[in-house]
C-alpha cells in the first residue's frame, strides 16, 4: 500500500505560478508511473498530467500544455507540477497517482490506469 501526500496548493491570482508537490509517506521499492488530475465543484476527475516511472516520457492535457510542467524528483516516487500562467479554470482539487504497468499516453489519461491517490490539494486562481 503506498500513500501520497500532495503539497502547495493555495490561493493565486490569475497568471500567478504554484508548484504542488507529492511524496510517498512511506518506502517503497517500486518505481511508479505517477500522474496528476483535478476536480472542481460540480465536474468529474479529470486529466492533467503523467510522466512516466523513470522520467523518460510525459503527457499533458491540452488545457495545459505549454503552462504546466510535470517532473520527478530524487527521491522515488516524487513528483511535481509546475504550474504557471494560472487561470480561473484551474481551480479545482489536484490529486497525484501512482501506477504499475506500461506507461501509455492514451492510458495515463484514465483514472483507472492509477492503483493508488492522494488526499489532494486546493488549488484556487483568482480573477
Known amino acids: 500500500q503506498v500513500q501520497l501526500v500532495e503539497s502547495g496548493g493555495g490561493l493565486v491570482q490569475a497568471g500567478g505560478s504554484l508548484r504542488l508537490a507529492c511524496a510517498p509517506s512511506?518506502?517503497?521499492?517500486?518505481?511508479?508511473?505517477m500522474g496528476w488530475f483535478r476536480q472542481a465543484p460540480g465536474k468529474e476527475r479529470e486529466f492533467v498530467a503523467a510522466i512516466r516511472w523513470n522520467g523518460a516520457s510525459t503527457v499533458y492535457a491540452d488545457s495545459v500544455k505549454g503552462r504546466f510542467t510535470i517532473s520527478r524528483g530524487n527521491a522515488k516516487n516524487t513528483v511535481y507540477l509546475q504550474m504557471n500562467t494560472l487561470e480561473s479554470e484551474d481551480t479545482a482539487v489536484y490529486f497525484c497517482a501512482a501506477g504499475l504497468g506500461v506507461f501509455d499516453a492514451s492510458v495515463a489519461l484514465l483514472t483507472s490506469a492509477y492503483n493508488y491517490w492522494g488526499q489532494g490539494t486546493q488549488v484556487t486562481v483568482s480573477s
Open positions: 512511506g518506502r517503497t521499492s517500486t518505481n511508479y508511473n
